[in-house]
Every structure is written in C-alpha cells, then in structure tokens.
C-alpha cells in the first residue's frame, strides 16, 4: 500500500503556504518551492578543518530537493540563504552536484538569498542572486528581524521542538508561525537546530505563535503561546492535548 503524506497549510499575511514533511514551503499560487539554509558542502568544509564527517552531504539534501521538484512541478525555487556551509563551498561541488543544481536551474528560476555563510552567490551556479525578494504579499530574507513587516519568510534559526508521547522523547525540526511571518527550519542533511523555547523566538513571536513540526507522513502543530494552541485544539493540524503539554527543553 502507498505512503499518503497529508498537507498542513497555513495562511501568512494573506498567502496560503503548505508545509512540507521535508522542511520545505510551497506557494500554490506562485509555484514557487521554497527552502531554507541548505548548507551545501558543510561536510567538506569540517574535513578542511580536520573533522571527519562523511562526504555525502550535499548529494542528501540535492536528492531531496529533486524528489520535491517532482512532487510540486515549480516554476521558481526560493533559497533563504546560507546555501553553501562557506564561501569556498560552490568550487567544491563534485560534477554531479554541479549538474543536478544546472538542471534545476534550467527547469525553474532558481533565486539565491544570500546568508551570513555565503554573503557572495557565484554568478555560474545559474539563477540571481539578491540580499532579499519581496514578491506578492511576502518578503524572503535569510535572517529574520524584529519588528519586520507582515509577510516575511526567513531561515537562519534553524528551529526544533521536542515532543514527548508514549513515553517517547523526539526532537524534530519545525516551522515557526503568526499568521504574519514564518521561519523555516533548515533542509541541509548536517545542519542542527535551535529550541524554539529559545529568547531568539520569543523576541520574534512576542504574542501568538505555533510551532509545526515535521512528521514522517505530516507536519503537526506540536507547541506556541496559550492562546494559540487553544484555537488549534479541534484543528486538523492539531495530533492530540498530550503531544502539545508535554512539549519539553532538549
């Protein structure tokens, strides 16, 4: 019998996004798959400093986003930035990797965000490459900042929830949500993440917040403010009271 994967969407500043179990966004109207802090190369980049991790990094997260191309069919590919884990990053790219960026580059327009790890896009790996895009009602940045306007679809964060059910502890990746802004969790395969307990947050999301968190067949709404998580409580995106109260500090 097939996997079914369920669709969670949510509504930012008038835009409706689904959320994807991969970690990645996509904009129905727009055709437009987004992604955030890939950080292609980081394997590399730790074996140039004498720590050893295995060198398929890159190849993982490229995979992935090849299986999302063909899931959604996107005319443009949004990345929020820190693409490459350094500068040096796009040169070493192996031929492979090179040619399955090339491909994705031909078959949308592919938009390059720069981030604090790669503040310089290579014009030959394709696309453009800006500090920021505003397109329709959403403005796409690396770094989230306080008090930015309605809209906004940042990475840089990389934030994770813990949830505990049946006596199980799991840490996973999630979004991080208002109805204003979202901050996406990181798609590279190395890449870790941050509490979304974290004063980094609270300062972001001062009010009403949720948190999605990415499941293997669905993303669920596992943690936020009080007031949040009430209005969540007969939702679709809403698994049960018991994984939402017993959300704990990694």
């Given amino acids: 019998m097939p996997c079914v994967f369920e669709t969670t969407s949510i509504v930012v500043n008038g835009e409706t ?10 904009w129905p109207s727009r055709e437009a798959l987004i992604l955030a ?5 980081k394997g590399s980049s730790f074996a140039r400093r004498g720590i050893m991790l295995p060198p398929y990094d890159t190849h993982a997260t490229l995979n992935r986003i090849v299986r999302l191309f063909k899931t959604y069919g996107p005319k443009r590919i ?14 070493r790219l192996d031929g492979h990797a090179r040619d399955q960026l090339a491909a994705l580059a031909k078959a949308a327009e592919w938009f390059w965000i720069e981030g604090n790890h790669d503040p310089e896009i ?3 790996l394709g ?6 895009i505003a397109v329709g009602n959403l403005v796409f940045r690396h770094e989230p900042a306080i008090g930015a306007e309605a809209g906004e679809i940042a990475g840089h964060l990389h ?39 974290d004063a ?16 293997g067949r669905r993303v669920y709404a596992v943690s936020g403010s009080v007031q949040a998580l ?3 409580k007969n939702e679709e995106a809403q698994p049960s009271s018991v994984a939402i109260n017993t959300v704990k500090m990694p």
């Fill in 200 to 215: 980094a947050f609270q300062r972001l999301f001062p009010q009403d917040w949720l948190a999605y968190a990415l499941g």
């Fill in 37 to 41: 802090d890939l950080h292609f190369e």
């Fill in 78 to 91: 949004i990345a929020l930035g820190d693409s490459f884990h350094d500068g040096e990053g796009p040169a």
């Fill in 122 to 124: 290579p014009l030959w």
């Fill in 230 to 232: 009430r209005r969540k």
């Fill in 17 to 26: 996004l689904l959320l994807d179990t991969a970690g990645a966004l996509y």
């Fill in 159 to 197: 934030p994770c929830a813990s949830v505990s059910r049946h006596g199980r502890t799991l840490r996973r990746r999630c979004f991080v949500a208002d109805g204003y802004r979202v901050v996406m969790p990181s798609f590279g395969a190395f890449t870790g993440g941050l509490n979304v307990r």
């Fill in 127 to 132: 696309g453009y490459a800006a500090a920021e």
